[in-house]
Structures are given as C-alpha cells and as structure tokens.
C-alpha cells in the first residue's frame, strides 16, 4: 500500500479540513426533508422492575447518547481506558434490552447495532456476551448483551446508548418510555421502563415487510480507517491524520482505501462522508485481494534431429592429379 501524502505543514492541513468541512455541509444538503415513518415507540433499554441509574455526563449529552448504569455496578470507579495500566475489564450479570423491534446489523466490537426500518436505528455500546447475532429480528426486550467496560473509556459497566432517525435526529428528539430523552437527568433512578423480556426469551420472526438494511448506493462501502469494526464520518478525519503522518493505524492501511485503487488520498475521505447515509455507522470491508497473474511457463523447443544420409559420398579426386590416358592397340 502506498500513500499519496502531501507535505506535512499547516497550510495544507488547513485546507485539507476546509475540503472535509464542505463535504459534511453538502451531505447534510441533500438529506431527505421527511423520514419514510414514524418515530418508533423506544422504551428504556433494560427489564421493567430493575432499578438502573441514569447519566448525562460532560463529554456526552442528550444530543449524543445517555448512560444507563446497571444495578450492580460501583458507583465510586473513575474512568479507566483500555490500555491503561490499571485498567480492568468488567461485566454486569444483568441484561441490555431491545428498546424496540428491529433487525440486527451489528454484534461485534463492544456494540450492538439495530436498525428499527424507517431510517430509525438505536446503538449499545460497552457490550460483551451478545446473545443476538447480525441477521436476527428482534422484538422489544429482547436480550442483546451484558454491559461491561470494553470500549474505549468508561466508569464502570454501563450501557452508552444513542438513537440516530432518517432526517438527522438523535437521542434529543425521541422519547423512552414515554419520557423525552432530554428530561431525562444525571444520577436519576429509573424502574419503570415498560420493557419486558418476551415470553420464552427467543427472538420473533421477521414480520413483513422487515427492517430496511442500510443502502450501498456505490457498492460496497470500505473506509474503516480508525479500525474500529465501522465506517462513519469519524473515519474521514482519520484519513485525514493517516495523509499528513499523524496517525497510522496498522488495519487502516488496508481499509482506508475505499475505492481500491492502492493510494490512501483526500479522495477516500469525501468517498467515505459521501457513502455513509446521514453519517451514521455502516460496517466496514475491505478491498478485495488481487489475484496475481499466473506467470507462463516457457515450453522447451526441442532440437533438431540430424537424420542420415545413406548415399556413399563420392570419393574427392587429389588435386593436382590428371588421369593417365589408356593406350588404344591398333589392328
């Protein structure tokens, strides 16, 4: 793989960003002005009777995403990263629910992704110990996952949870559980969720019609330059970082390249913020391998054959030599 970088500097990183920014403002353009339905009817992610904790913490916010903290997880732990010498991974023996139907479309990675159709999609993040895998419908309260503090940073075992509509909405402008996500507060107990595991805990079939996949208008998408199991908008900065020798993450190297030509440039950036629908999440995929071309094996020509010749050559006359003449009797 090679890059196509210009020369660090700030001039050019300026103008790179200045690029970025108007790709973003042209995206948001063209969006859709009305979503195909309606807002779902979203409840709160965990059994109804449990007793789970809210958050709403500085470097996320309604807009964003809320915390939702499980009843057995300490509420005295400061915020650990992975990679971080004392930082240690945890689980909760209790369950993240589905805050409504939906088809899976990602379990991996710390995250379960559910698109709810209509353009209507919900996230939980910090998960481990999925019970639901890409492909499966679900219905409201199904289990996903237990929240544990894989993924990135965290407090403690919680459930990061954020919902992204058709027309830019997000978590702002829905309500769960009846209650408008914006009035939800920090360090707020909440039990009634309305949310109840279906009888016998398997997932429903698919009613139809089904949850609608995220589109590919131009085939498959590839860009995942951050590494992180999908392709949003945040993967258009990083190639960004990847261009000016910020940054080389050792997967991005082969998942940068969206449109598979060998180079990483500013044009991977706008293909990845013109193919991500509403700068959403979509998963991620890579280039396919080339196939060498097999190399010909010369053929051997075969030398010729010298065939005999079964004529006596003619006996060479010395030269210098003239032949006597035969003396002729006279009668």
């Not at 309604?62 to 903290?69: E, G, I, P, V």
């Not at 939980?124 to 492909?135: A, D, K, P, Q, S």
């Not at 030398?303 to 060479?316: E, F, G, K, R, V």
Request: glycine fraction near 10%; charged fraction near 10%.
């Amino acid at each position: 793989m090679r890059f196509a970088s210009p020369h660090p500097g700030r001039l050019v990183l300026g103008a790179v960003f200045s690029l970025l920014l108007l790709a973003i403002a042209a995206l948001l353009l063209v969006r859709p002005s009305e979503g195909a339905s309606g807002q779902p009817n979203f409840l709160l992610p965990w059994q109804h009777g449990q007793t789970w904790l809210t958050g709403v913490s500085s470097f996320h916010n309604a807009n964003d995403a809320l915390d939702f903290f499980p009843p057995d997880t300490p509420l005295s732990l400061d915020v650990k990263c992975e990679g971080d010498p004392d930082w240690v991974f945890r689980v909760s023996s209790y369950f993240v629910l589905s805050s409504a139907p939906g088809l899976v479309v990602q379990a991996s990675n710390a995250s379960v992704l559910i698109d709810h159709g209509g353009g209507w999609r919900s996230r939980n993040y910090h998960m481990t110990g999925f019970v639901v895998e890409v492909g499966d419908y679900v219905p409201a309260g199904q289990r996903l996952a237990r929240p544990s503090t894989l993924g990135f940073c965290s407090t403690g075992p919680h459930d990061h949870f954020w919902i992204e509509g058709p027309n830019g909405e997000t978590t702002a402008d829905v309500t769960l559980s009846g209650i408008p996500a914006t009035e939800i507060g920090s360090n707020t107990y909440y039990s009634d969720t309305s949310n109840f595991e279906p009888a016998g805990g398997g997932a429903s079939p698919p009613p139809a019609p089904t949850a609608t996949p995220p589109p590919a208008p131009h085939g498959p998408l590839r860009g995942d330059a951050n590494c992180d199991g999908g392709v949003n908008a945040n993967d258009a900065t990083t190639v960004l970082w990847i261009l000016t020798g910020h940054t080389n993450p050792e997967c991005g190297v082969l998942t940068a390249d969206t449109d598979c030509d060998g180079l990483i440039t500013i044009q991977d950036a706008l293909n990845i913020l013109l193919h991500v629908p509403a700068l959403s999440v979509l998963p991620a995929t890579a280039c396919p391998t080339p196939i060498p071309t097999p190399t010909p094996v010369p053929t051997s020509i075969p030398s010729p054959t010298m065939i005999p010749d079964d004529t006596p050559a003619p006996t060479p006359t010395p030269p210098g030599s003239t032949p006597k003449p035969v003396a002729t009797l006279e009668p």
